[in-house]
């Protein structure tokens, strides 16, 4: 469980301190969080005609953005093993970039499936 005094400190991070605390995060406990629509839809977000899949390090994070067009959404745990097995393939299947840590209605740190990948394979080394 976060505590509010760290919700409140990792979210008025810039969008590149709150991908560092994601990546870090997830290492650490192999889970992630996104939001799924109660028809099973994922939450995905739109700027400039390209497509975000959102995701968070803590179910909290998640839930503060169940606003504008994902009310009532619901938070969705993703283990390391369905991220790589189920959504790893599709994300890039379909060309998704990922929407790491947004916050409210505010875009977090926009990053490509590949070097996302990269990024969380290097620090999952320390662990």
């Not at 790893?88 to 790491?100: A, E, K, V």
Request: aromatic share 14%; hydrophobic share 40%; proline share 3%.
């Amino acid at each position: 469980m976060i505590r509010i005094t760290e919700k409140e400190a990792v979210s008025s991070l810039s969008p590149f301190e709150r991908y560092k605390y994601f990546i870090k995060r997830v290492a650490d406990t192999e889970l992630m969080y996104s939001l799924k629509s109660p028809e099973g839809n994922l939450a995905i977000s739109e700027v400039e005609a390209t497509k975000l899949f959102p995701l968070w390090s803590a179910s909290e994070f998640a839930e503060q953005c169940s606003v504008s067009g994902w009310v009532g959404f619901k938070v969705e745990k993703i283990d390391m093993d369905a991220f790589e097995e189920e959504l790893l393939d599709f994300i890039h299947s379909q060309g998704y970039f990922l929407n790491i840590f947004p916050v409210g209605d505010n875009t977090g740190f926009v990053v490509d499936i590949v070097e996302f990948t990269k990024d969380l394979r290097e620090e999952m080394k320390n662990y």
